[in-house]
């Protein structure tokens, strides 16, 4: 049984500019606070609109939300972030010590947010708010963030894309695949590394 793609989208262009904004908000949302699931959002953007527009819309909804925190952590300052344990949670990781190291260089810091965005187990909207109160340009920072955001980026959205093509049996196999390797392969290589060493997350 083949899922009705042109039906999906036909009902969709229904909705004008809200569909797109809805995607945009969704993912900013999923950026700002980590309660907010940002998977369903790359699938579902996908599905609906392609690979390319999809992935579009998902990375501007991305770096809006990034931006947002990134700001945000830079006003509130220091001690804010500080207490809500996102200092110490990065700091358990290598990327993490790489952003908060003292007189780190710009392209430094720019190499530890890219690294952070991409390393499996690390709180993304946790890294936006303390890249803000670190000295990394604001140019720098969303640069990165695009460019470790956007391999995650394109693999789900494709995901969601195909995923309209198939049969459901297929859709469901292919959701199956992408639960283990986005969450149980990093779920895995995090325990594995505490297992080895219990003092420092790396």
């Not at 940002?38 to 699938?43: E, G, T």
């Not at 993490?96 to 260089?105: H, N, V």
Request: positive net charge; glycine residues 10%; aromatic residues 8%.
């Amino acid at each position: 049984m083949q899922v009705n793609l042109a039906g999906l989208e036909e009902a969709l262009h229904g909705l004008g500019i809200w569909g797109p904004l809805i995607v945009i908000l969704l993912r900013a949302g999923a950026a700002l606070l980590a309660i907010v699931p940002s998977s369903p959002v790359l699938l579902a953007a996908g599905a609906l609109y392609g690979l390319l527009w999809g992935t579009i819309l998902v990375l501007i909804g991305a770096e809006l939300g990034s931006l947002a925190a990134f700001l945000i952590g830079r006003s509130v300052g220091y001690d804010f972030v500080a207490r809500r344990g996102w200092l110490t949670a990065l700091s358990r990781t290598r990327p993490g010590r790489w952003l908060l190291k003292d007189k780190a260089s710009q392209n430094r810091l720019m190499m530890a947010v890219f690294c952070c965005r991409l390393v499996p187990g690390i709180n993304l909207d946790a890294v936006s708010y303390v890249a803000g109160v670190t000295p990394i340009s604001t140019w720098r920072f969303c640069l990165a963030t695009f460019a470790g955001l956007l391999p995650y980026t394109l693999l789900l959205v494709g995901v969601g894309r195909e995923m309209m093509r198939v049969s459901t049996m297929q859709a469901f196999l292919i959701l199956l695949l992408v639960v283990v390797v986005v969450f149980l392969v990093p779920a895995i290589w995090k325990f594995a590394r505490k297992r080895k060493n219990p003092v420092v997350d790396a």
